[in-house]
Structures are given as C-alpha cells and as structure tokens.
C-alpha cells in the first residue's frame, strides 16, 4: 500500500508530472485478485518515488467509494481515504465542466461510457494530461495511457 506523502511535504518537493486516478486504479490497488493490481501498485509506487502530481475529482472518488464499500468493505474504504486518497489533489466539478461531462456523454451514446468517464477525460484534455493510473477502454481509446 501507499504511505501518504503530506501535503506540506509534497509542496515542497518539485513534481516531475501530473497523472490522473481513476475509479480503476484506486480499485486495483485495494484488490490483490484484481487483473490490474499488479500495474496499479507499481504506478503508485512510482509516483512516491518520481514525485509525481496524482490528481483526481470529486465525481471519481464518489465513484470509487461506492465500488470500494460494495465490494472490499469498510475496512477498504478507510484504507483509501487514509493512506491513498491523501497522496492526490482533489479537483471539484464545477457547472460548466459537468454540463461538458454531460454532452459528451450524451453524445457518445454508449452503455459502458459514464458521466464519471466523460467527465476525466474533460478534466485531462483540459489540463494537457496524457496519463492515467487507469484500466479503461474509454481513456486508451482517447489516446491516453499509464505511466
């Protein structure tokens, strides 16, 4: 697992990229069984070592709570808030970037793509991110890929 790096800390130290958190790399690192645990871990744990600016936003750590609780259990949940989640920003969804979230969305039409998914990929276009701790088709299919 990850130990935090606090916040006064991490100012000070010069970050050499920024990556975003998804949903999936928040699961896969809390899952052993999990197909992408193995990367997911390995991507944390560089981004310790590197110094590397994890962000994310409020819709995916909704997202992953709810995943979290349902499948790991508490015990799993407070793990992540505690010694995971610690280590990234948190961007928050304002109006304008949820009604962007929206219209992709709708545009796209597909099943599997959720606002959450619509709304990362608005998120890294916006910010010039090009990697995600993610297991997705819908961020490889928008050309961005892991660490």
Wanted: charge should be negative; include cysteine.
């Amino acid at each position: 697992m990850v130990e935090p790096v606090h916040r006064e800390k991490a100012r000070l130290m010069p970050r050499t990229k920024t990556v975003f958190v998804d949903t999936s790399g928040f699961y896969a690192l809390l899952d052993g069984s999990d197909t992408f645990h193995p990367k997911a871990r390995d991507c944390f744990e560089r981004s310790q070592a590197e110094s590397w600016q994890l962000v994310t936003t409020n819709y995916v750590i909704h997202e992953s709570w709810a995943v979290i609780q349902a499948r790991l259990g508490w015990e799993a949940v407070d793990a992540w808030l505690d010694r995971v989640l610690r280590c990234c920003d948190i961007l928050w969804v304002d109006p304008e970037l949820h009604a962007l979230a929206m219209a992709r969305c709708r545009q796209a039409r597909e099943r599997r793509l959720s606002l959450t998914d619509c709304l990362s990929i608005e998120v890294m276009r916006r910010r010039g991110i090009s990697e995600a701790i993610a297991e997705d088709e819908h961020f490889a299919r928008e050309g961005f890929r892991l660490p």
